[in-house]
């Protein structure tokens, strides 16, 4: 790798823990070399924002690159781009009147490059896998991290391993070897994946760029959060639904609002950002819920959601504490719930949501129930990705679980 795969004002990375390290990027940075958790991209915001201002933005297009100047690489290299982000925040009326709500607005992520919003991510990841000088990645990925992790690999010439739970839908495993990934099966959660892929695809010949692995992932999906506040007007919404599993959106979009406070492009309060779990996998909700700031791995985890089935979050710490400053909450909805939500989106809004965006519709269903959302806050809902890899979650939907056939 060279210096100036990056750009002057990052800086290098800051531990997100209490050992409080400070490293710089001259060499390739996956976690904190003293403490093992999770590294933050550090930039000099004063110095970005004395020579930009937000009407500048539009002359870096509209896909997430538009935010390059809070992004690590330097202009003069040539990014791996399959036009990630830059995606529609759109009214949801129909569902707003229902739930009395002044406004209601979805982060619509199904356009992404691989049709979820893993492509944000993973194409930083890629792009900064090939800035360290890596021509290997790997991963374990429970379905979207997959696909997208491959079409980055192969846009970038370098090569991919990927571990999955034996039942990911098979529309994951077939996308993310038809973009020339290698594919292991392996019995039991994204954990068992995980520690498959240690043995199968080593360091330091393997990159791994799984959740919080490395830092740059984080980069990417903190571009939801600058997105939100500019199609929002620059004006933060009051509350943002967000269906957690490893967490990256969620630190991502508290370290945006962190940065955007300091850069001065907008005013706090940060929005109340509450994570979506499922039933069957809801260790953020009983950590958080408990008072711990630790998240104790979750025994049996399941649900139809695949993106949710994340038993122990690697960054769980870093979530609760992204949380806590955000005055945020958390919900655990059942699998019928996430049925439920699914078909709301899908037949009175339009959107073929998949199982994790049911999973918020249903969250946000039962929080506007117990008044914990109020009629005039503006809320942020996310679908996450398309619908249609998870056949099997369709069906059951479809099926109308407790009620007749549609
Ligand atoms: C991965 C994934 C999630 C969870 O995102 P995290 O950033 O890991 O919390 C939610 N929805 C979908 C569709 C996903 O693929």
Redesign the pocket.
Known sequence: MTETSFQPRFQGFDCSGPCGGRFDAREPRSVCPRCDRPLLARYDLEAIAARLTPSDLPRFGTDLWRYRAVLPFASSIALVRLGEGGTPLRPLPRLAEELGLRELWLKE?AGNPTH???AR?LALAVNGALAFGRRGIALPS????GSAAAAYAAAAGVRCRITMPQDTPEAFVLSARALAAEVRLVPGTIAEAARALAEWAPAPEWWNVA?FREPFRLEG?KTLGYEIAEQSGWRLPEVIF???????????MWKAFGELFTLGWTEGPMPRMIAVQAAGCAPVVRAFESGSDRVEPWADAWTL????R?PS?FAGEL?LRALREARGGVIAVSEEEMLEGMKDLAEREGCFA????GAVAAALRRLRASGEVQPEERVVV?N??SGLPYAEAWRRARANVGGAAR
């Open positions: 992520e979820s919003f893993k991510g429970a379905g979207n991290a959740t999906k967000y269906p957690t599993g490893g967490g990256t959106g969620l630190v991502g959601a695949s993106g949710l994340v979050p979530i998949c199982p994790e965006g996310f996450t990705g």
